[in-house]
T-cell receptor, first 111, second 112 residues
Framework: QKEVEQNSGPLSVPEGAIASLNCTYSDRGSQSFFWYRQYSGKSPELIMSIYSNGDKEDGRFTAQLNKASQYVSLLIRDSQPSDSATYLCAVSPWSASKIIFGSGTRLSIRP | DVKVTQSSRYLVKRTGEKVFLECVQDMDHENMFWYRQDPGLGLRLIYFSYDVKMKEKGDIPEGYSVSREKKERFSLILESASTNQTSMYLC???????????FGPGTRLTVT
C-alpha cells in the first residue's frame, strides 16, 4: 500500500462546478497535510495546509480532513479553466523528518 | 514571501560529465530537499538536509551527492551524469522537517 494515494485522473469538471479531489494516507499518526498545485512544466505551489479534523476554507478552496478515515480532500468551488493543473497531496507521517507526496491528480476544467 | 531559486532552468550535459545544480533560499530555513520528477513516477526524494553540513539520503540517492556548506545553499551533484538522470530536478526548503515545503522553479536537465 502506498503511503499517500491519489486517483491519477484525469478528472474533468465543467467550468463553474465544484471539483473534488481526494487523498488517502496509510500512517494513522500523520499530523500535517498539504495540497499543492502544479501547472505543466512548473514547480509545485502550496495552496492549503490543514492540521486538524474538519474543514478549512481559503477563497474558492476548501480542505477537508478526516483522521479517523485517513483521508483528506480538496474542494474547488466555481472551477475556472485556470484551475486545470495537477494537484498533489502531501502528508507528514508521525515522527517523520519529511513529507510524503502522492503522485497527483490531473484536473481539467472544460469550458 | 519565501523565495527559492535554482541556478538554471534548462541544462544540457553529456554522459560522464560532473553536474552541479544549485539551490538558494532566502528565508533562513533549516531544512532543504532535492527531488526529481519524472512522468508517471511523481516526486522522488533524492537527498535532504536539516542543518549545515548535515545530509540524509532520500529514496533514490544512487548516483547523486549533495553539499550544504551554508544554511541558504544546497547543491546537488551528479558525479558522472548518465542518460537515466535526464529529469526535472526540484529543490525545496522548509522551516521545520515535517512542515510545508516551498519549491524552486526547477531545473530540466537533459543528459545526452
Amino acid at each position: 500500500q502506498k503511503e499517500v494515494e491519489q486517483n491519477s485522473g484525469p478528472l474533468s469538471v465543467p467550468e463553474g462546478a465544484i471539483a473534488s479531489l481526494n487523498c488517502t494516507y496509510s500512517d494513522r499518526g500523520s499530523q500535517s497535510f498539504f495540497w499543492y498545485r502544479q501547472y505543466s512544466g512548473k514547480s509545485p505551489e502550496l495552496i492549503m495546509s490543514i492540521y486538524s479534523n474538519g474543514d478549512k476554507e481559503d477563497g474558492r478552496f476548501t480542505a477537508q480532513l478526516n483522521k479517523a478515515s485517513q483521508y483528506v480532500s480538496l474542494l474547488i468551488r466555481d472551477s475556472q479553466p485556470s484551475d486545470s493543473a495537477t494537484y498533489l497531496c502531501a502528508v507528514s507521517p508521525w515522527s517523520a523528518s519529511k513529507i510524503i507526496f502522492g503522485s497527483g491528480t490531473r484536473l481539467s476544467i472544460r469550458p | 514571501d519565501v523565495k527559492v531559486t535554482q541556478s538554471s532552468r534548462y541544462l544540457v550535459k553529456r554522459t560522464g560529465e560532473k553536474v552541479f545544480l544549485e539551490c538558494v533560499q532566502d528565508m533562513d530555513h533549516e531544512n532543504m530537499f532535492w527531488y526529481r520528477q519524472d512522468p508517471g513516477l511523481g516526486l522522488r526524494l533524492i537527498y535532504f538536509s536539516y542543518d549545515v553540513k548535515m545530509k540524509e539520503k532520500g529514496d533514490i540517492p544512487e548516483g547523486y551527492s549533495v553539499s550544504r556548506e551554508k544554511k541558504e545553499r544546497f547543491s546537488l551533484i551528479l558525479e558522472s551524469a548518465s542518460t537515466n538522470q535526464t529529469s526535472m530536478y526540484l529543490c525545496a526548503s522548509s522551516p521545520r522537517p515535517a512542515n510545508e515545503q516551498y519549491f524552486g522553479p526547477g531545473t530540466r536537465l537533459t543528459v545526452t
